[in-house]
């Protein structure tokens, strides 16, 4: 059973927890790159170059969704620029909300929107970053949530690199005295 | 020192702590600890015993001392832990993908009481005595967009188990770091022999 079980963890592609729209053979060719380059043997190595592996693809995961965050807040983060930049001294932001909104939904299609909308920024001293801004402002709070995650996962792929070569050299020198005593006792 | 009058009392009140009477009280309590499971002493969630020997010889070595042994059973516990976590992870994110949301659906004598109290905490917020939306029908079609949305959802529950998942990190780091220990120990012994 246990011998079993041991071929079972040194297989490489031990059902990784991967979603559904992920593909296995990256997950499998990130693991190879990491053993390659690792060296790493042995079931408890490999178990560890599998966390890595899964870490890695967590990873991949997490920053995509972090970058989905920060991209969904955009039309959001134009409409509140363009209420401040279309609006007159004496109006108030509400009367001009649905042309902001309107500008925010055709901006990232229709160049012309785009180009228009630029220069209005342009006219006041502002740019694109001001846009980067606001969006990052909007989305802050969900940024954070996953920035927690991700240093979670961070300190996840460290610790693993340093056990995996703290436990290999333990092992060396561990071997090494064993073979040291036998030569002494022949 | 407690007098017999009041040993007396605390055993009269004592019999009639009869705890939970009622079937839904029963039922409640008999969950009182259960929580997540993830930090449980009953080992084994995912994986057995044999996964937990197998990992252990293989980080300490068959020839290994009892000390060496026990050590390396815990490090090969605490990662096979940090393993599982890695898949209810995944397991919440498609959940969250197949349904919309990661919340339990209530049971249908509920379903009206959970209806009522949704459209009151929306009136709270918005003023509107509306249901807000099905969460499934507002995941995105394309499938790299549901993902990202799925995750967004699951993101209470993610964060979560990052709770758990930095202890089960500590753990077994602990676990090393002894087991490191006890191998230059062991070495040192044969050393002195």
């Given amino acids: 059973m246990a011998s079993r079980t041991r071929e079972k963890l040194n297989q490489p592609m031990d059902r990784p927890a991967l979603l559904l729209t992920e593909d296995p053979l990256d997950y499998s060719s990130i693991f190879d790159e ?11 190595q490999l178990s560890l170059v599998h966390d890595l592996t899964q ?3 967590e990873l991949y995961r997490l920053e995509g969704a972090k970058a989905a965050a920060i991209n969904r807040s955009y039309p959001f983060a134009i409409a509140n620029l363009a209420k401040e930049l279309i609006r007159k001294d004496d109006e108030w932001a509400s009367e001009v909300e649905d042309d902001a909104i309107s500008i925010a939904h055709r901006y990232l299609d229709d160049p012309t929107t785009k180009a228009k909308f630029q220069e209005l920024l342009e006219r006041t001293g502002l740019n694109h970053a001001a846009i980067e801004a606001e969006a990052m402002s909007i989305a802050a709070a969900e940024v954070e949530r996953y920035d927690r995650l991700i240093s979670t996962l961070r300190d996840r792929l460290r610790e693993s690199l340093r056990n995996l070569f703290a436990l290999r050299e333990a092992m060396h020198r561990h071997q090494s ?3 040291e005593d036998d030569n002494g006792d022949e | 020192m407690t007098s017999d009058r009041k040993a007396e009392a605390n055993r009269r009140n004592a019999q009639r702590s009869t705890g939970p009477r009622s079937p839904v009280g029963k039922r409640r309590s008999s969950g009182n600890a259960r929580r997540h499971g993830l930090s449980a002493a009953s080992r084994y969630v995912g994986y057995t015993e044999a996964d937990v020997i ?3 010889d293989a980080m300490a070595g068959h020839d290994a001392n009892a000390v060496v042994k026990s ?7 605490a990662q096979l832990r940090l393993g599982r976590i890695a898949h209810y992870k995944v397991a919440l994110i498609e959940r969250a993908r197949v349904f919309g949301t990661t919340d339990r659906q209530p049971d249908p004598p509920f379903a009206r009481a959970n209806d009522i109290l949704i459209r009151l905490r929306a009136w709270a917020a918005t003023g509107l005595f509306l249901k807000p939306p099905d969460p499934e029908a507002t995941m995105p079609a394309d ?23 930095r202890q089960a990190m500590a ?8 087991l490191f220990e006890a191998m230059t120990m062991a070495t040192g012994d044969r050393e002195a022999r």
């Fill in chain 2, 54 to 56: 197998a990992l252990a």
């Fill in chain 2, 71 to 77: 050590f390396a059973r815990n490090a090969a516990h």
């Fill in chain 2, 143 to 165: 499938e790299q967009d549901r993902t990202r949305e799925a995750i967004r959802r699951a993101l209470p529950r993610l964060l979560r188990l990052d709770r758990y998942e």
């Fill in chain 1, 177 to 179: 005295r064993l073979i």
């Fill in chain 2, 171 to 178: 753990s077994r780091n602990r676990a090393l770091e002894g």
């Fill in chain 1, 55 to 57: 870490d890695r693809m």
């Fill in chain 1, 34 to 44: 990491f053993r390659t380059d690792l060296r790493a043997e042995g079931a408890f």
